[in-house]
């Protein structure tokens, strides 16, 4: 079974640095997505991306975060300078193609402690 | 007033029990409705996928679809051990899966 990888699956940070997690989604996905779950709480939109751009952000997508696919594999998410509340666990998500019925594939995610 | 609303729980029923979850929204722009289960520390897994509303059924799980009360189900038959997970509620209002609003969860225990 094909499946999303996610790397690191637990990183611990100083606030104000900065963090890039990884994915790599499944090799013949057109579509990409970043979730985060704060301890606790629910699952939450972040970004998708599309043709090597954004198509969506939520609100919580401020100018802290970028995604970035620079090699055609590796879908990235970047938070430029973590503030506590980046604190949660990050999910990366692929789908072949936006159709009824198609599936997301969710990573198991990478949990983010800032401290 | 939350878009989607979910009983957090937690559930526990015994083995072979059929368990009701249960989700409420608010936004009458939902169109796509799905239940992901989660286990501890790992990311939601699809498991129904229904488009506006009605029933469909796969294996022991059924989803039901109730536009009309804005009120979607997933019914466990037959309940094992290995169902005790985490259930998420997640609806989309675009064509396929663009941007998904989950529910907080129901944390669901089958005690054998």
């Known amino acids: 079974e094909p499946e999303v990888t996610q790397t690191p699956s637990h990183q611990v940070t100083q606030m104000g640095q900065e963090v890039i997690l990884r994915c790599v989604p499944i090799s013949n996905h057109l579509y990409f997505y970043w979730y985060r779950q704060i301890l606790g709480q629910k699952v939450e939109f972040l970004v998708s991306?599309?043709?090597?751009?954004?198509?969506?952000k939520s609100e919580i997508f401020d100018d802290q975060f970028s995604v970035e696919r620079p090699d055609g594999s590796n879908f990235t998410l970047k938070i430029r300078s973590t503030k506590l509340e980046d604190s949660a666990m990050y999910f990366c998500?692929?789908?072949?193609?936006?159709?009824?019925?198609?599936?997301?594939?969710f990573g198991e995610g990478s949990w983010l402690t800032v401290v | 007033q939350k878009e989607v609303e979910q009983d957090p729980g937690p559930l526990s029923v015994p083995e072979g029990a059929i368990v009701s979850l249960n989700c409420t929204y608010s936004n009458s722009a939902f169109q796509y409705f799905m239940w992901y289960r989660q286990y501890s520390r790992k990311g939601p897994e699809l498991l129904m996928y229904t488009y506006s509303s009605g029933n469909k059924e796969d294996g022991r799980f059924t989803a039901q679809v109730d536009k009309s009360s804005k009120y979607i189900s997933l019914f466990i038959r037959d309940s094992q051990p290995s169902d005790s997970a985490t259930y998420l509620c997640?609806?989309?209002?675009?064509?396929?899966?663009?941007?998904?609003?989950f529910g907080t969860g129901t944390r669901l225990t089958i005690i054998p």
């Open positions: 998500a692929s789908t072949p193609m936006v159709e009824i019925g198609n599936t997301i594939y």
């Open positions: 991306f599309y043709n090597n751009e954004i198509s969506e």
């Open positions: 997640a609806m989309s209002k675009l064509l396929g899966n663009e941007k998904l609003t």
